[in-house]
C-alpha cells in the first residue's frame, strides 16, 4: 500500500519568513495530494491540494509542488504570520475505480511561528 | 453551527469496558469515515461508509467495529477498550466524486485506563 513520509517533525519559524513542509510517497499510481491544517483542539482542515496532472498550485501565501519523477510534494507558506501556527499534515490518495481512493497521511508537522 | 459534530468530546474509560463514540453531519455527504490520530503517527483510517448499506475495513480496524445508523450518523465501539486504543478519533464526511475534500469534525478524545 501507500506509504507516504513527512519532514520535518516539527518547524520553528519567525514570523515573515517562509516554511517548507516536504512529503514522499511510494505509489507511482497516487494522483491526488492534499495538505491538512489542524489548529490546536479542532479537526484537520483542507488548506491547499494539486493532483498530478500539474506541477504548482498556488493561494494567497500557501504554495504546493509536486514531482512526480522524485514522488514527492512540498508545502510552502510565505511571510509567515502567528495564526499559521499549527501541525500540517500532507495525505496521497489514489483513484479508484469508483472515483474515490483512500487518504494515507503522514506524520503531521507542528509548526511554531515566532513574533 | 457545526457541520460534523462529535459525542462526547472527551471520555475516560476504564480497561474491558464497552465504549461508542458518535458522529452526525448535516453536510448531506454520503461518505463518511472514522480515523485515529496518534502523536508521530498522523491519521490512520479505521473504517469507511460510501453510504447506508456499505462499511470497508481500513488500515487498523482490529478491536473496532461501525455502524450507520441513517446518511447523516457514523458510530464507531469498541468492544472492549484496551489501554492502546487510547487516542484522539476523528470522524469525517465526503460528498464522493471527483471532490476528494474531507470534512472533519472536532474529536473524541479517549483515555482508556
Known amino acids: 500500500g501507500e506509504n507516504v513520509e513527512q519532514h520535518p517533525s516539527t518547524l520553528s519559524v519567525q514570523e515573515g519568513d517562509s516554511a517548507v513542509i516536504k512529503c514522499t510517497y511510494s505509489?507511482?499510481?497516487?494522483?491526488?495530494f492534499p495538505w491538512y491544517k489542524q489548529e490546536l483542539g479542532k479537526g484537520p482542515q483542507l488548506i491547499i491540494d494539486?493532483?498530478?496532472?500539474?506541477g504548482e498550485k498556488k493561494d494567497q501565501r500557501i504554495a504546493v509542488t509536486l514531482n512526480k519523477t522524485a514522488k514527492h510534494f512540498s508545502l510552502h507558506i510565505t511571510e509567515t504570520q502567528p495564526e499559521d501556527s499549527a501541525v500540517y499534515f500532507c495525505?496521497?490518495?489514489?483513484?479508484?475505480?469508483?472515483?474515490?481512493?483512500?487518504?494515507?497521511f503522514g506524520a503531521g508537522t507542528q509548526v511554531v511561528v515566532t513574533p | 453551527d457545526a457541520d460534523v459534530t462529535q459525542t462526547p468530546r472527551n471520555r475516560i474509560t476504564k480497561t474491558g469496558k464497552r465504549i461508542m463514540l458518535e458522529c452526525s453531519q448535516t453536510?448531506?455527504?454520503?461518505?463518511m469515515y472514522w480515523y485515529r490520530q496518534d502523536p508521530g503517527l498522523g491519521l490512520r483510517l479505521i473504517y469507511y461508509?460510501?453510504?447506508?448499506?456499505?462499511?470497508n475495513k481500513g488500515e487498523i480496524s482490529d478491536g473496532y467495529s461501525v455502524s450507520r445508523q441513517a446518511q447523516a450518523k457514523f458510530s464507531l465501539s469498541l468492544e472492549s477498550a484496551i489501554p492502546n486504543q487510547t487516542a484522539l478519533y476523528f470522524c469525517?464526511?465526503?460528498?464522493?466524486?471527483?471532490?476528494?475534500?474531507?470534512?472533519f469534525g472536532p474529536g473524541t478524545r479517549l483515555t482508556v485506563t
Open positions: 469525517a464526511t465526503s460528498v464522493g466524486g471527483s471532490s476528494r475534500e474531507q470534512y
Open positions: 505509489d507511482s499510481a497516487s494522483n491526488y
Open positions: 494539486i493532483r498530478s496532472n500539474v
Open positions: 495525505a496521497a490518495s489514489m483513484k479508484t475505480t469508483d472515483s474515490w481512493g483512500k487518504l494515507q
Open positions: 453536510k448531506g455527504h454520503d461518505r
Open positions: 461508509s460510501f453510504d447506508v448499506k456499505d462499511i
